[in-house]
């Protein structure tokens, strides 16, 4: 043992704190542990006379051993198309973990694995890194007929894509995810999460394909990413809050949402939430709060959406607190309590008439609402852009294009 190591634990001694000598990153690579690559099914090679296991099951191995190393584990995917079956990645890890997709990874298609609420999954882990520039490849199209959860309260939800539970100060960036069966990216009870550099993908008429849908978390950044999808392109429901959603195009889909919320009984606040520097293109919605009538009582607050284009949005700028998709909601107002909103600087075309929609509850009106320098002209052959409150209380302020209804 050198001196200075013996320095350095004489010193861990004398202040009591733990030193930890890093180690060097380590590679799992996946095929080292029989993962097959060609895209024909969920198997993995394995030696004569022993039982065939499963991709996913390889996929597993090469996890549980990177996360009992203590240094930087590193499960690495190479080239190729991989079949993967439903799987759950778990910590506590030793050490911090990256999951490195250079390939294509397939879901199932079998009508069996529809049940299940989540393809690909990490629970509990910290410092994890997802990378690698590879895709999720969801195969919706199989599924997505077998969705009715639009008229059906009590469906059965089809698998997200990617979904991540009880993580925290992790990353995923450089991953594309394409025709998810649900969500591609469900974020759940989560802390300290940054997305960037991610591109999402499906048909406009692929139902209840969130591109990102974010609950019950805090502290989560979505940066300079391209979801084209058909539902919302980010959606932020109960419990979240100090969101980021920053340099992000949206389109085809149903815009950027905050909501649906009152749906459930005791949902929990959501506030601080900033959405920037954002392009639509030819979404049913730009930015969006949307609340449940009836509903329990919750509240939306500290919300600010600034520095954004709509090129041919449809409701570019709306609050809808008379939610209710399937239209047989009960004639009632919603309990959900909206204040401190800010739309600053959003310009572009409106494909709607009525291109600013603020239409709160009577039960709960809207506070604090301020419009700034808001330019939005209609597309359409005749007329000009409106604007429509009902409930709102708040200010208007520099260009109003169309004129301020606050």
């Known amino acids: 043992m050198t001196t200075a190591t013996l320095l350095l634990l004489l010193l861990c001694y004398i202040v009591n704190v733990?030193?930890?000598?890093?180690?060097?990153?380590?590679?799992?690579?996946?095929?080292a542990y029989g993962a097959v690559n060609d895209g024909t099914k969920d198997n993995v090679k394995v030696k004569k006379k022993k039982k065939k296991k499963n991709i996913h099951m390889a996929f597993s191995a090469a996890w549980k051993d990177a996360c009992e190393y203590e240094g930087r584990g590193r499960v690495v995917i190479p080239r190729g198309v991989y079949a993967l079956g439903s799987v759950i990645f778990t910590g506590y890890c030793r050490g911090t973990m990256s999951f490195i997709i250079?390939?294509?990874?397939?879901?199932?298609?079998?009508?069996?694995?529809?049940?299940?609420?989540?393809?690909?999954?990490?629970?509990?882990?910290?410092?994890?890194?997802?990378?690698?520039?590879?895709?999720?490849?969801?195969?919706?199209?199989?599924?997505?007929?077998?969705?009715?959860?639009?008229?059906?309260?009590?469906?059965?939800?089809?698998?997200?894509?990617?979904?991540?539970?009880f993580v925290r100060n992790s990353w995923i960036h450089h991953i594309r995810s394409i025709n998810s069966k649900n969500t591609h990216l469900n974020i759940f009870a989560c802390h300290n999460i940054t997305i960037s550099n991610v591109r999402i993908n499906a048909p406009a008429d692929s139902p209840n394909t969130d591109g990102i849908h974010i609950g019950s978390s805090a502290n989560i950044r979505i940066l300079n990413s391209t979801i084209r999808t058909g539902d919302?392109?980010?959606?932020?429901?109960?419990?979240?809050?100090?969101?980021?959603?920053?340099?992000?195009?949206?389109?085809?889909?149903?815009?950027?949402?905050?909501?649906?919320?009152?749906?459930?009984?005791?949902?929990?606040?959501?506030?601080?939430?900033?959405?920037?520097?954002?392009?639509?293109?030819?979404?049913?919605?730009?930015?969006?709060?949307?609340?449940?009538?009836?509903?329990?009582?919750?509240?939306a607050s500290n919300i600010t959406f600034q520095d954004i284009n709509m090129i041919a949005v449809a409701n570019p700028i709306l609050i809808d607190q008379v939610y209710c998709p399937s239209g047989n909601c009960l004639e009632a107002q919603?309990?959900?309590?909206?204040?401190?909103?800010v739309f600053k600087n959003i310009r572009g075309t409106s494909s709607s008439e009525v291109a600013v929609k603020l239409q709160c509850s009577r039960a709960r009106p809207c506070r604090n609402v301020k419009l700034v320098d808001i330019n939005l002209a209609y597309r359409g052959l005749r007329g000009k852009s409106r604007a429509v409150c009902v409930n709102a209380l708040g200010s208007s302020s520099g260009t109003q294009i169309p004129s301020g209804c606050l």
């Open 18 to 31: 733990s030193c930890v000598v890093a180690l060097p990153p380590k590679v799992f690579n996946v095929m």
């Open 334 to 341: 919603s309990n959900v309590e909206i204040r401190d909103v």
């Open 102 to 165: 250079h390939g294509s990874l397939r879901a199932p298609t079998d009508r069996q694995s529809f049940s299940l609420d989540t393809w690909i999954g990490f629970r509990y882990v910290e410092y994890l890194t997802i990378k690698g520039g590879g895709y999720l490849d969801g195969q919706g199209h199989v599924a997505w007929h077998y969705n009715d959860c639009s008229t059906n309260f009590k469906c059965s939800k089809l698998p997200a894509s990617l979904r991540l539970d």
């Open 232 to 299: 919302d392109c980010v959606s932020m429901v109960s419990g979240s809050r100090g969101i980021e959603v920053a340099n992000v195009r949206c389109g085809p889909g149903h815009g950027i949402s905050i909501g649906s919320l009152g749906r459930s009984h005791a949902e929990e606040p959501v506030t601080d939430i900033t959405v920037r520097n954002t392009t639509f293109v030819a979404t049913d919605n730009g930015v969006r709060i949307k609340t449940w009538a009836p509903s329990d009582a919750t509240s």
